[in-house]
């Protein structure tokens, strides 16, 4: 719980939507990919690689979201479903639900949906209970 943060998403960006543009379409992406724009369609990770999106103070996604990390500042209308990291800072706004396996937000994230851990196997902590005999 306070070990490292081993998981966090990487630094480099490999592409930038920039402010003021619109894309209309789904995405799929490899490394990091910054937007500072609106997409209006489904941003996914190509398959099997690990990818971090990175979500800026006035950009906008209209559309499901599907990577390993993601950090939301902006707002994002639709599921969004990271296999590793979510980061929801001050400023983001989801509407829908979220699926992870690392949660960090902070104060003044809104999320109008349901928050939903992912556990990829059975806890350790779990312990089988026999049924009671019949004797």
Do not use: W
Not at 4 to 10: F, G, H, M, T
Not at 51 to 69: C, K, N, P
Not at 88 to 93: D, F, I, R
């Amino acid at each position: 719980m306070f070990g490292k943060k081993a998981n966090k998403p990487q630094n480099r960006i490999d592409c930038l939507i920039g402010a003021g543009t619109t894309i209309e379409g789904n995405i799929t992406f490899n490394g990091g990919l910054r937007v500072d724009g609106r997409v209006r369609g489904d941003v996914h990770v190509a398959d099997g690689k690990p990818g971090t999106l990175v979500l800026s103070e006035h950009a906008q996604i209209e559309g499901e979201v599907r990577v390993s990390h993601v950090v939301i500042n902006g707002t994002v209308v639709g599921p969004v479903h990271a296999a590793e990291y979510v980061e929801l800072q001050g400023k983001a706004n989801v509407t829908g639900d979220v699926y992870y396996k690392t949660l960090e937000m902070q104060l003044g994230a809104v999320v109008q949906g349901r928050l939903v851990y992912q556990n990829d196997g059975k806890s350790d902590k779990v312990v089988q209970l026999k049924p009671a005999s019949a004797d």
